[in-house]
């Protein structure tokens, strides 16, 4: 039924593209559309004897208010629709997400003297970003090669060449140094950028051929420090193509989607292909699919995904044919194939090596939800009650607490909780403690301080104990911890420790230690729950030992944070170093007015 709100503006829709946006009682946006004719797709929604889909039966139900933007052309809709969509996430919409934000290589190019970053997060600033990369280990690799190999600057001041002498980051060779006139010179910075984007973006084999020239170039005239620079950077450039295996040939740089769906689940799959080599992957999950409709679902997938990425190929591989193809081919190679002067083609493969691509990416999506849903979400009753059954408890482990402690010859030593409910791993109830009792390494004091304090605390407060506890160690820290719970009274908890080299089970009250099987679901949850207490725990410590590790006197002089810290021994190395420069060189990295009082606090 159509209120009298809505029919009053279907009435006055115009014939323009636009974007129109369909709200439930509370005003909330409940579905997002994108039209040509925003009059006649309004209207479609509202024609009674027109065959509609399930979802749009349902959705139709539910409106109670319209509104409506409009647009110069049906392109600039479709983005403020995938804009819309990204930022008020409609019911009816279908949304990207993925449990993981993957790392990326953020190339400063909208700065004079550009710059190589890690981020997580790609905004429309200017810059270059290139990924993801997974693992995350080789985003890091990169950057560490860029730094060594191409010298581009890592500090963030401000580049006008009018300080004295360089910072420590010259005299290492790991900066061409910019910022000091006669150093480096714009069009040597450049070139060194030009390079390192062929580098991110696959173009190895050209790059390989510019070094080479170089180097015999620099050969021919002597300059043997020159030629033996250039031969270095070959090197690397062969080693890091070594760490993409997985080469196809006959294929350049392409995305490949792919899905599996059961149900109201369903599993994207993205592969990443750049000239030739799978340099990434990534995978998005959906728990609520009420309405699955294939071409529509993978429109919307893969509009929101290049909403906001930094690249997009020239080819991307899909399943089947979306909705609106022409349309996001217009939108995509208008936003981002222009400016490499060439068209983004959508391509569905029918035969042959393509087809065996998409293929692969299919079957890898349904590993991914066989992962993610059948044994993570359907099976977790199952899953538990054989970890009741194995380890011989008196019910099924609901709330499972784990504890693990992280030192370096005692210093600075830390205990984290980490919490499975339901054996899923829930980090909101994570805890952390700073070991206060105990001096030295001792990880049976510390063990026992942990379980004593938590445990103290939750009956204090009248919390809900847990229905196991793990200890990651041998016997040795599982019978500290009994005694911690057996001075609270509380003894007859489910305690056991799991050790990581043999991965014994150690279950209190049993004589026997536990080995069970590899493809045992008990033994892959526990070791879960013991790697995500370690994880938490060493994270903690290096925190606590970052902080105490970069305490100095600039701590003490007001105005010098952390950021300004860092930055300052980042460029002169010391705090004597900092101490013997002139005003005049603090002044680009704190300011006139800070530069003052710095030299006068360490005076």
């Known amino acids: 039924m159509v209120t009298d709100a809505v029919q009053a503006k279907l009435d006055n829709l115009p014939s323009s593209p636009g974007v129109y946006l369909f709200k439930d009682r509370k005003g909330k946006s409940i579905y997002i559309g994108k039209a040509k004719s925003l009059k006649h797709r309004v209207h479609s929604y509202f024609r009674q004897r027109r065959l509609v889909d399930q979802k749009t039966e349902v959705l139709r139900g539910c409106i109670r208010d319209l509104d409506y933007i409009v647009t110069d052309s049906e392109v600039e809709a479709l983005m403020l629709e995938s804009n819309l969509v990204k930022q008020q996430q409609p019911l009816f919409n279908v949304h990207l997400k993925d449990d993981k934000s993957f790392l990326h290589i953020k190339l400063t190019v909208n700065e004079d003297f550009p710059r ?192 906001n990425t930094g690249f997009v190929p020239a080819t991307i591989y899909l399943p089947v044919e979306i909705e609106d193809e022409p349309l996001i081919q217009e939108w995509l190679t208008r936003k981002y194939g222009s400016r490499r002067g060439r068209k983004v083609r959508i391509h569905v493969p029918k035969r042959g090596e393509k087809l065996d691509l998409v293929l692969l990416v299919e079957r890898n999506a349904r590993i991914a939800f066989d992962s993610r849903f059948r044994i993570l979400n359907s099976d977790r009753s199952s899953i538990l009650a054989e970890v009741q059954e194995e380890l011989d408890l008196p019910k099924p482990p609901s709330r499972i607490e784990a504890f693990d402690i992280s030192n370096i010859q005692g210093a600075e030593t830390v205990a984290s909780l980490a919490v499975c409910l339901e054996a899923r791993m829930s980090r909101k109830e994570y805890r952390k403690f700073k070991i206060k009792s105990v001096d030295g390494p001792d990880d049976y004091a510390s063990i ?131 101490r013997r420069a002139s005003e005049r060189e603090l002044i680009p990295f704190v300011g006139p007015k800070l530069a003052r009082v710095v030299k006068e606090k360490l005076a």
């Not at 170089?214 to 021919?220: E, H, I, P, S």
């Not at 149900?263 to 080599?277: C, I, K, M, N, S």
Request: charged letters at 30%; aromatic letters at 8%.
């Open 116 to 307: 190589v970053l890690l981020t997580r997060r790609i905004v429309s600033d200017g810059a270059l970003y290139f990924g993801p990369y997974l693992p995350a280990s080789l985003a890091r690799n990169t950057i560490k090669i860029i730094n060594r190999h191409f010298l581009l600057r890592t500090c963030d001041i401000e580049i006008d060449g009018q300080l004295e002498r360089p910072c420590l980051e010259y005299h290492i060779k790991r900066c061409l140094g910019p910022c000091v006139a006669g150093l480096c010179s714009v069009e040597e910075y450049t070139r060194s950028v030009g390079e390192v984007i062929q580098l991110l973006e696959g173009k190895n084999s050209r790059l390989v051929k510019s070094l080479r020239r170089k180097m015999l170039r620099a050969a021919g005239e002597e300059k043997f420090e020159a030629a033996a620079f250039y031969r270095d950077r070959m090197r690397m450039v062969g080693d890091l193509a070594e760490q993409q295996k997985m080469i196809v040939s006959g294929v350049t740089d392409v995305d490949i989607f792919a899905y599996h769906r059961e149900g109201p689940r369903a599993a994207l799959q993205l592969f990443t292909l750049r000239h030739g080599r799978v340099v990434g992957k990534r995978e998005f999950f959906w728990e609520n699919l009420q309405f699955f409709n294939p071409p529509a679902f993978l429109r919307d997938a893969i509009q929101q995904y290049y909403l």
């Open 448 to 578: 026992y301080e942990a379980v004593h304090r938590r445990y103290k605390r939750v009956l204090s407060e009248e919390q809900d104990l847990p229905d196991f506890i793990l200890i990651d160690g041998g016997p040795g820290q599982l019978h500290v911890a009994y005694q911690a719970l057996a001075e609270l009274g509380i003894e007859d908890l489910p305690l056991a420790s799991i050790a990581k080299k043999e991965e014994l089970i150690h279950v209190m009250g049993q004589e026997d230690a536990l080995r069970l099987e590899k493809s045992s679901r008990t033994i892959r949850l526990l070791q879960e729950i013991r790697d995500e207490a370690h994880r938490f725990a060493v994270t903690y410590h290096r925190k606590r030992r970052s902080l105490r590790d970069f305490h100095s006197v600039l701590d003490d002089i007001p105005g010098i944070g952390q950021k300004r810290k860092k930055r300052l021994l980042r460029s002169f190395g010391s705090v004597a170093a900092i």
